[in-house]
DNA sequence: CGCGAGCTTGACGTTGTTCAACTAGAGTGG
DNA sequence: CCACTCTAGTTGAACAACGTCAAGCTCGCG
């Protein structure tokens, strides 16, 4: 049965991403008009790539994956998001495509705003328009790291990466426990499945982290630097 | 002994790329008082990773690689650029540093415009910051796909999507005199020097390509798209 | 208890890198 | 004009990295 969720006003809202506090309040009010928020289960798909990028999303609570179905059924995911990252990216102001899939790991609520409205507010507001020009140049800057790093490392240092990506931005603490399968660690390795895991277990006989199953402990954050700067 | 070129002016330049066309004519003069105009000779450094953006650069003549110094004192490169393409990208309205080298693989004369006069420019013309936008938008998007292909698929795939590529993007023809070394087409296709030439060395046997030095023809194009979408 | 999904492990084959030797052509100096 | 050197290209053989396959395991759930 569908959740239909009384939006919280973007005015009130304590998920304000920062950008969203660079708007005056006519502005908000004039995205909240064309606005509306959804729940969705751990598994369900956000946005489907290929399909037509007719709203943003934010996320409000809860994680998700921004992957891409690549060649041999395997997957590749380019990073994950959690509150109060903006989805949208590449294809806005372009082809007006998506050019990923987003999918939820854990339970996740999420605001849609329309893109023409997000499109005027960009004109109107230059600080934001700023911002979203930083945001996506950013972007452009992490896959280029992401380029490097993963053709050019191999399995230890690309699985350290993951690690120090997990704890570092995304869990923000050293002890987490993961919202991401193996095959997900995997999938943002660029490695197989069991290759993730043999790997994980030598960071783990090597004292370099503990886990047992979804939880996770960095133990030696020097140690794992290393191997990541090493490849 | 440094040459000092007159620099042309942006209002009558002959290689004024689809952006510069959206801007008025006292615009294009603000930005003309804030340029110059530079030589290079094959091999030269243009932007070095790492360093201040201070300027943007636009390729006026010549092919230029846009390139990082990856681990183990192997480089990738992420693409090729022609006239008149605009350098700066990531970092512009950020940190402000270069995210990566750019080096010219011919002689080559680039324009630098000064970053503030750029970021006048954005603030005063709407047409003009929309197609920024776009540009690292678009930018973002081929990383994207790179990410994929360069992590997903095989040796033979990725060399067939840098024929392709030199073939389409960069030469737009089927016969061309590459300005890359076996070496750079490595770096390219994100593997080492010595599988590069293997891989030449079989589609060449396999006749998809002829090539003898730097001079090459695709000659069935419809095999190198096989090989590229099969991985 | 049985079932299924995700996890784990080992054995094996493939893919791709490294190393080392060799070639060809372009410059350089005697 | 001939060594000489230097660089880019080429080739083969050995080796390491990584994926695939197949089997077994664990744990939650009906």
């Given at each position: ?19 969203f ?30 399909g ?11 994680i ?5 179905e ?31 899939s ?43 790291d992401?380029l ?11 699985i ?43 960071f ?28």
């Amino acid at each position: 049965m569908a959740q239909f969720i009384n939006t919280t006003f973007c005015t009130n809202c304590n998920h304000q991403s920062s950008m969203f506090k660079l708007l005056t309040k006519e502005e908000l009010e004039r995205l909240n008009k064309r606005l509306h928020e959804v729940r969705f289960n751990p598994g369900e798909i956000i946005f489907k790539e290929g399909g037509v990028l007719t709203h943003f999303g934010c996320i409000t609570s809860g994680i998700v994956k921004v992957y891409t179905e690549g060649f041999n059924k395997r997957n590749f995911i380019f990073h994950l998001l959690k509150p109060t990252s903006l989805i949208g990216g590449p294809g806005f102001m372009d082809d007006n495509r998506l050019h990923y899939s987003v999918a939820a790991l854990t339970s996740v609520t999420a605001c849609f705003i329309e893109i023409d409205a997000m499109a005027e507010v960009i004109k109107t507001n230059n600080r934001f328009a700023t911002e979203m020009f930083k945001m996506i140049s950013r972007q452009a800057s992490v896959y280029m790291d992401k380029l490097v790093s993963l053709t050019q490392k191999q399995m230890h240092g690309r699985i350290a990466d993951t690690l120090l990506y997990l704890s570092a931005f995304v869990y923000e603490s050293n002890e987490f426990t993961a919202d991401v399968s193996r095959q997900e660690i995997a999938d943002l390795s660029a490695m197989s499945k069991e290759s993730s895991i043999r790997i994980l277990k030598e960071f783990k006989d090597a004292n370099y982290i503990s886990c047992n199953g979804n939880d996770f402990v960095i133990k030696d954050l020097k140690a794992l630097k290393k191997v990541s700067q090493t490849g």
